[in-house]
């Protein structure tokens, strides 16, 4: 019984841990709507802002420096050359599940690449256009 | 038995400590995930303690990249790093710790011609994988060599 229960808790815990890539849509759509109603996710502008030379970095211009212009792809670290697992949890099946882990990358390569923050917009429309690559 | 025991755990641990000068059998699951993300997770012997405290104090501003990690994380990571750091130091003059710019490094990397180092497939010294097929998993061991543009062989 208490067996039973242990593995019961474990099975809990492990699904509040592990997100799905459509939980973050939802959220940062959410988020986007409330200072603009109506927001829907596009790909078509997730695309376009991946591929945008955004001018602050001259190593790393662009999101697709590292990551390709194809999600389905592996990328590699502009800087160090290192093999980056492709970014499409459908090739990645790990993408998009970690919340801690998903924050951490945007912060920190938006700042790097766009120079600030990235807006719920920018990220739900990236994450459309990540997950519906074919 | 027991004694069996504790001699297969040995022979379980021995290959980290093979002289490959790799990771250690007891490498934290986050010194792989937040220090071998953007490169690889590189063995804490090829630098001296007090460099890797001094590399840990600067993450968020880490090689022009913010590194940074949570502070349990940043604890559990220097612990480790301290406990299994070298006693070779970092070569002086550059603002943040390097081991590739070492005497250690540069001579057990004596036999690379430059044009390999500038080959688009390895793009510098940092890119250990590049030629270390094992060093995802922290092995540097020459039966997993293979040098882009060179016909290594291990030498006897």
């Known amino acids: ?134 | 038995m027991k004694h069996l025991l504790i001699s297969l755990a040995a022979l379980a641990a021995a290959p980290a400590w093979a002289g490959d000068h790799g990771l250690p059998a007891n490498t934290p699951a986050a010194y792989k995930t937040e220090c071998g993300s953007c490169h690889a997770a590189f063995p804490p012997a090829l630098l001296a303690a007090s460099d890797w405290r001094r590399t840990m104090a600067g993450l968020d501003k880490h090689f022009g990249t913010d590194a940074s990690v949570d502070a349990r994380t940043h604890a559990a990571l220097l612990a480790f790093l301290e406990r299994q750091a070298g006693r070779r130091a970092a070569s002086p003059g550059t603002a943040e710790p390097r081991f590739t710019t070492g005497a250690w490094f540069v001579r057990e990397h004596r036999e690379v011609p430059p044009r390999v180092w500038k080959d688009p497939k390895v793009m510098g010294p940092t890119n250990c994988a590049a030629c270390h097929k094992g060093a995802d998993q922290g092995r540097y061991g020459e039966r997993e060599l293979s040098v882009p543009g060179m016909a290594y062989r291990e030498h006897d």
Request: aromatic residues 8%; contains cysteine; positive net charge.
């Open chain 1, 1 to 134: 019984m208490k067996n039973a229960l242990f593995a019961l808790a474990l099975a809990v815990s492990q699904n509040l841990w592990a997100e799905t890539p459509s939980h973050f849509l939802d959220t940062y759509s959410a988020e986007a709507a409330k200072s603009q109603p109506g927001f829907s996710a596009n790909a078509a502008r997730g695309k376009a802002f991946a591929s945008r030379n955004w001018g602050v970095s001259e190593k790393l211009p662009s999101c697709t420096a590292c990551h390709t212009d194809n999600p389905r792809n592996p990328g590699r670290h502009a800087v160090t050359g290192k093999t980056i697992e492709a970014l499409s949890p459908s090739v990645s099946t790990a993408r998009f599940s970690d919340p801690a882990k998903v924050e951490k990358w945007f912060k920190r390569n938006c700042k790097e690449v766009v120079g600030r923050a990235c807006s719920p917009a920018e990220k739900a429309d990236f994450i459309q256009f990540v997950i519906g690559a074919r």
